[in-house]
Structure formats: structure tokens, C-alpha cells
């Protein structure tokens, strides 16, 4: 089982930058899908986006399209976000995901259900 930490989460001002990664340890995610996710207070976790392992498919959630970029260095065990242009309703924990196993190569998961491991979370907080 891979463990996942996310970093670079913080506060930062609406229409601000932040990048956050994933990384894994005790494994590696090279071969599957990894996603990201967020759960804002009081409301169910959302898919925000995610990549195929040999990084040719990427899915967006439509509210973060053109303004969040995902991207993975395998050689580091290692996937990011980068999130521009901030709104407050971008405010949430997110999540990094990752699958079990090997994945096509052009396959992304966008559900929940699809995800065996987890991290722990960042917080984003966007200030209007």
C-alpha cells in the first residue's frame, strides 16, 4: 500500500496561485491513474481532475478547467497541481488519489470509487 502526502496547500487571495503536490512513499503510482479531489466544508468530495500514467489522458472538473493544470513526474513518485487564478469556491481540503495495480495506459479514473489510496489532505483557503 502507497502512502500519499499532500503539500502546498495555504491561503492565498482570489486570483492568486498555488501548486500542490502529491508524493508517494512505500510504493510507487507510476503505473495507474492519480487524481486529485476536494472537500469543501459541508459538501460531498468532488473530482478536480486527473492523469493517465503516461500523462496522454487528463480529465478536468468543468469549474476548473483553463485554471488548473495537473501534471506527474514518475522518475519522482510525483504529481502536481498547479491552480491559478483562485476563487473563494475554490476553498477546500484537497486530495490526492491513487489506484492500485497497472493501468492502461490512456485510462483516467474520475470517481471516488475508483481510488484505493489516499493522503491525508491540504487545506486551500482563497480569500475574495
Known amino acids: 500500500q502507497v502512502q500519499l502526502v499532500e503539500s502546498g496547500g495555504g491561503l492565498v487571495q482570489a486570483g492568486g496561485s498555488l501548486r500542490l503536490s502529491c508524493a508517494a512513499s512505500?510504493?510507487?503510482?507510476?503505473?495507474?491513474?492519480v487524481g486529485w479531489f476536494r472537500q469543501a466544508p459541508g459538501k460531498e468530495r468532488e473530482f478536480v481532475t486527473a492523469i493517465s500514467r503516461s500523462s496522454v489522458t487528463i480529465h478536468y472538473a468543468d469549474s476548473v478547467k483553463g485554471r488548473f493544470t495537473i501534471s506527474r513526474d514518475n522518475a519522482k513518485n510525483t504529481v502536481y497541481l498547479q491552480m491559478n487564478s483562485l476563487k473563494p469556491e475554490d476553498t477546500a481540503v484537497y486530495y490526492c488519489?491513487?489506484?492500485?495495480?497497472?493501468?492502461?495506459?490512456?485510462?483516467?479514473?474520475?470517481?471516488?470509487?475508483?481510488?484505493?489510496?489516499w493522503g491525508q489532505g491540504t487545506q486551500v483557503t482563497v480569500s475574495s
Open positions: 512505500g510504493g510507487t503510482f507510476s503505473g495507474s491513474s
Open positions: 488519489a491513487a489506484r492500485r495495480g497497472y493501468d492502461s495506459s490512456w485510462f483516467v479514473g474520475t470517481t471516488s470509487s475508483q481510488y484505493d489510496d
